[in-house]
């Protein structure tokens, strides 16, 4: 009778935690004038920059001629915490220092190594002349 009371006890304190811990939704609506000179290192396929906006800020990375991936820097391991961010990219490898989780950029997103399961969250993007609009 013990054990399962404090079966029952362990159940609903563990069952009353915080919910899931996920990237929040925030609205995104910003365009980039491309030939601005902080923006210049975009014009390098493989390169990225670190912009404001999101949840802890946004990565673009141009992947090819025309096509650029813009990412929310909160890392999907844990996004709650202060330190789940994308601090650093190397090459086209996108890296929390906070979880030590790495993210390909030039794959959605994807997680090859560390505790994160999930992706990147991705925004939707439109190239227009010199202009990249990020939305959602």
């Known amino acids: 009778m013990k054990i399962r009371f404090l079966t029952l006890i362990c159940l609903l304190f563990f069952s009353c935690q915080k919910e899931e811990d996920y990237v929040q939704n925030v609205i995104v ?4 004038n491309l ?7 975009l014009q390098t396929v493989g390169s990225h920059v670190f912009i404001n ?9 141009h992947q090819s001629f025309d096509i650029y991936k813009t ?3 909160n890392c999907t391991y ?10 650093s990219v190397n090459s086209s490898i996108a890296i929390c220092s906070c ?16 505790p994160a399961l999930l992706p990147l ?5 439109n190239l227009s002349g010199d ?3 990020i939305y959602n």
């Open 78 to 87: 844990q996004p709650s915490l202060n330190c789940a961010k994308i601090d």
């Open 71 to 73: 990412y929310d820097r």
């Open 53 to 61: 906006g999101g949840v802890k800020g946004i990565i673009v990375y």
């Open 29 to 32: 609506d910003i365009d980039l």
């Open 35 to 41: 030939t601005l000179p902080e923006l210049s290192k």
């Open 99 to 114: 979880c030590d989780s790495k993210f390909l950029l030039g794959q959605e997103g994807q997680t090859i190594d560390g």
């Open 131 to 133: 202009f990249l609009y």
């Open 121 to 125: 969250k991705q925004y939707p993007n």
